[in-house]
């Protein structure tokens, strides 16, 4: 699916999508349950710069805070 890629970076992914020539990223991991995705951070993407511009890392730190019973997650039904 081209509006998905796994970047590499401790099982970080991205949903890519763009509405009114911006392109957005939303950024997150597979998990924590069978068949779920979850999304951590919402990113703008232009030109290989991300803003945030420590959106990878964010990311990674609200995963971890999940895992570590420091945060939480809310499930939104599409």
Do not use: W
């Given at each position: 699916?081209?509006?998905?890629?796994?970047?590499?970076?401790?099982?970080?992914?991205?949903?890519?999508?763009?509405?009114?020539?911006?392109?957005?990223?939303?950024?997150?991991?597979f998990?924590?349950?069978?068949?779920?995705?979850?999304?951590?951070?919402?990113?703008?993407?232009?030109?290989?710069?991300?803003n945030?511009?420590?959106?990878?890392?964010?990311?990674?730190?609200?995963?971890?805070?999940?895992?570590?019973?420091?945060?939480?997650?809310?499930?939104?039904?599409?």
């Amino acid at each position: 699916m081209k509006e998905f890629k796994h970047l590499g970076r401790k099982g970080l992914c991205e949903v890519r999508f763009s509405t009114a020539n911006v392109q957005y990223r939303a950024l997150g991991f597979f998990g924590p349950g069978e068949h779920t995705f979850s999304l951590y951070v919402g990113a703008t993407h232009k030109q290989k710069v991300y803003n945030p511009p420590n959106a990878f890392d964010l990311a990674i730190k609200r995963s971890n805070n999940v895992k570590n019973g420091k945060g939480s997650l809310r499930e939104r039904p599409f």
